[in-house]
């Protein structure tokens, strides 16, 4: 009986730390593709298939890629079209931070462009 017992409390802990380790890592998903990954957020993007996807244009390559996509969802694809916007504006694009701004503006600048005033 207190084999049984001890068996039960360590079966006990055992799922309860499976319970922690699966909230920490975020809920279990499978993508198109067939990928299983973990999320804690509601982002639908599977990590596996965006790490393997290539930025739609150069100057997208040091840019994270939250804010590639941030670029490509507002139709921004070449830096003509990034240079007619504002800091501001691409500031208020979902995925863009502050630290994407001098990336963007050190790109607009090598081809003598600059973001609108």
């Known amino acids: 009986m207190v084999n049984l017992v001890k068996f039960s409390l360590v079966a006990a802990h055992s799922m309860t ?3 922690l380790m699966a909230a920490t890592k975020g ?37 994270s890629a939250p804010a590639r996509r941030g670029l490509e969802n507002a139709g921004i ?3 003509k079209q990034l ?4 800091e501001k504006q691409i500031l208020e694009l979902h995925g863009i931070g ?20």
Do not use: W
């Not at 198109?32 to 973990?38: A, K, T």
């Not at 240079?83 to 504002?86: L, N, P, Q, W």
């Open 83 to 86: 240079a007619k916007y504002s």
């Open 98 to 117: 502050q630290s994407a701004i001098p990336k963007l503006k050190k790109v607009l600048e090598e081809e003598g462009l600059t973001f609108k005033k």
């Open 77 to 79: 694809k070449t830096l």
């Open 27 to 63: 809920s279990r998903r499978v993508c198109n593709q067939g990928h299983v990954y973990y999320k804690s957020s509601d982002c639908p993007t599977c990590p596996v298939c965006e790490s393997a996807r290539k930025p739609a244009a150069d100057f997208m390559n040091g840019l």
């Open 17 to 19: 730390i499976l319970v």
